[in-house]
């Protein structure tokens, strides 16, 4: 898409006021492909903004099915929606909001074998959201992505705290870690919300920032590469650190980041 038609002026008018954005961001936004994994408290809203954005090519993965035990946190989904596929309901819901958006979904868990050919469906290399809830799904996706060279947003929220970083793995800015130089291979399972519970703004606090620091990406706009951002919900405060690189990662010495030259913070 090279030109905006009439009817995306109005509809993303409010976005291309923003001076950092404008028409060159929107077509960038509505160009891009997004990956979700996990349809859950993160995925859904991170679907859902992103959609509404303008994001034309979106493809959920999910193995779930809705519970009631969802329905406090996961807006998306109804009553009536219990025991269907999470993906399912997802793409029929959005799909109606946005009948522009292409939505694909895959109900199953993700796995290397078939990761790449997911991502080949695409004419752009995807951004790609990891909206799991457990170390091990993490894990992999964050090979995943320094193997395939990919940007990820990844978001984790277990009882009152959250975290989520963005890495461009074509791009490093500062040599930073990795997910697994925080959460080496070996770490034991931890709890997640299942065992920790959780509480549902405190998801849609962290499922924002993924749809903000994503869409930030797209635009060229987004500075924090490498950065962890921890939230506790209980005292509304938010915590920062740099990604320091592991010398003895597992994942980062097997795929060493690429040399490709930073990308310019210039939008136009």
């Known amino acids: ?9 109005i509809q993303y008018s409010r976005t291309m006021l923003l001076s950092d954005i404008g028409e060159a961001g929107q077509l960038a936004i509505m160009n891009s492909a997004v990956v979700i994994i996990g349809v859950g408290g993160l995925g859904h809203l991170v679907a859902h903004y992103l959609a509404a954005a303008g994001v034309q090519q979106i493809l959920l993965i999910d193995h779930d099915v809705v519970e009631l ?24 819901v ?13 109900a199953q868990s993700i796995t290397s074998a078939h990761f790449m050919q997911l991502v080949k469906r695409f004419t752009v290399k995807p951004v790609v959201f990891d909206c799991t809830d457990n170390v091990r799904a993490r ?8 193997q395939h060279q990919l940007t990820l947003v990844s978001g984790a929220i277990s009882a009152y705290q959250g975290q989520l ?27 997640n919300c299942t065992q920790a519970g ?6 849609g606090i962290i499922a924002s920032m993924q749809a903000l620091v994503g869409l930030q990406h797209i635009c060229n706009t987004f500075t924090q590469y490498g950065v962890l951002h ?9 915590q920062y650190a740099n990604m320091s690189q592991d010398p003895q990662c597992e994942v980062c010495h097997q795929y060493p980041f690429t040399d490709h030259q930073e990308r310019s913070n210039d939008t136009n």
């Open 1 to 9: 898409m090279s030109t905006l038609s009439d009817r995306d002026y």
């Open 69 to 92: 035990s969802n329905l406090p946190r996961q807006l998306l989904f109804r009553a009536s929606d219990i025991g269907q596929a999470k993906v399912n309901i997802a793409k029929s």
């Open 94 to 106: 959005l799909s109606d909001a946005y009948p522009q958006i292409n939505i694909d979904v895959l």
């Open 139 to 146: 894990q992999l996706i964050n090979q995943l992505c320094l």
């Open 165 to 191: 970083f963005c890495i461009d793995f074509s791009c490093p800015r500062s040599h930073s870690g990795c997910y697994c130089c925080l959460y080496p291979l070996k770490t034991p399972i931890m709890q």
């Open 198 to 203: 959780v509480f549902g703004p405190a998801v």
């Open 230 to 238: 921890r939230f506790n919900a209980q005292d509304l405060r938010w």
